[in-house]
């Protein structure tokens, strides 16, 4: 059956993407409208940091890596998430699901990769050469260790982010809306473009555990850079690495669940 799935995989890829660049043209204007769009958050960022020094003791190359690595770690993850699971709340009140579930393959593989999403290239193409000057520009002393660390806390927080999505996203088997919930996802993922000890007590902890979306931004660029780190102090490291595993994991459980818990379009 696993062999089944890997040798399925790439032709499932392989049809979307052709079905995506059909229309290149629109597709490369849409890219570039997100780079605009993202590139003009970055602006806002530098204009902030034109009339302050710092940000909650954070410069402005820290601030760059610090929305590189956001930018570079959610792109990874919501291609391998976001418009499939943001689109199975439509299959649900639909019945188009129930197609996915006689089908002799996984219905997690099929609607990752069937709708694998390279609509993302255009955060990625921001977020590699922003990621690369923030590099090259911070103060900080690179050794081999920090580097590992900073791509395992990148795979970790690709890793957390399509958890969560996914989490959402399977919560529509049970409910049948879902989608309301990505709101609130992105409400506090706008928040992790700044330093997490710039807010609230309270708003702390909530992006630390309820939606722990500071474990994919400034907790481990903070951590690397040696940040201050609210709540978490000298756990924050290893807290960026599990971050991604568990909540995969967590993730995995909470989709068998909801779907033990799908009754069907008929109800």
Known sequence: MILHHIRVIPLLVRMFIRSQMEYRGAFWLDRFAQILSYGSVFATIS?????FDTLGGWTWSELALLYSFQLLAYSLGAAMSFTQLRDLEEQVRLGTYD?????????????IFSGLNIGYAGHIILALPL???AILSVDFAWTLPAALFFVAALLSATLLTAALITMIGA????????NHLFSIFFGFWELMRYPLNIFPGPIQLTLLTAVPLALTSSVPVGALLGKPIPILGPLAAPA??????LWALLAMAYWRYANSKYQGAGG
């Open 99 to 111: 197609a996915l579930l006689v089908k002799p393959f996984s219905p997690w593989v099929y609607l």
């Open 171 to 178: 919560t529509a088997l049970i409910w049948v809306r879902s």
């Open 240 to 245: 960026s690495l599990l971050a991604g595993p």
């Open 47 to 51: 204009i902030l940091l034109s009339r």
């Open 131 to 133: 990621m690369a000057w």
